[in-house]
């Protein structure tokens, strides 16, 4: 997703929009006592989604909360696919998320942000020794 548009959009829509948590890191799924939330989980109040209810989303560690990603889920029990938003979430959250979201009948793909993808490479990069520097050169 190389159009900035789309992000920008995105921040537009949460910023007019109050962000509910209605399942916190912990809690059981109300239908599946068994699926246990690994962070926040909620939707954004006053929006709407392709399902008809208001837009899901991930609510990570990152102060401000700012749009990170998407993740893009189908469920073939509920024959539906969806994005859910995803707010300060870091990399390694955003990983948790998609495999919470890899499980039985669905499947989910997360795309982060350009830019916050950028700023962890950039991260990671600053991390490595100057011997695997050289080897990815």
Not at 3 to 27: A, N
Not at 93 to 116: K, L, S, W
Request: proline content about 8%; overall charge negative.
């Amino acid at each position: 997703m190389k159009d900035p548009r789309f992000w920008t959009t995105l921040d537009s829509l949460v910023s007019t929009c109050e962000i509910t948590v209605d399942r916190p890191t912990g809690s059981c799924h109300p239908r599946y006592p068994d699926l246990v939330y690994p962070l926040d989980y909620g939707y954004l109040q006053g929006s709407q989604s392709s399902d008809g209810a208001e837009a899901d989303c991930w609510v990570g560690s990152i102060a401000g909360r700012p749009v990170t990603g998407i993740v893009v889920t189908i469920d073939l029990q509920k024959r539906d696919a969806e994005a859910k938003v995803l707010l300060g979430c870091t990399p390694g959250e955003m990983q948790t998320i998609e495999a919470f979201h890899n499980g039985g009948p669905m499947a989910a793909i997360v795309m982060p942000r350009p830019e916050r993808r950028r700023a962890c490479l950039a991260d990671e990069a600053a991390k490595l020794n100057p011997r695997e520097k050289q080897e990815l050169a």
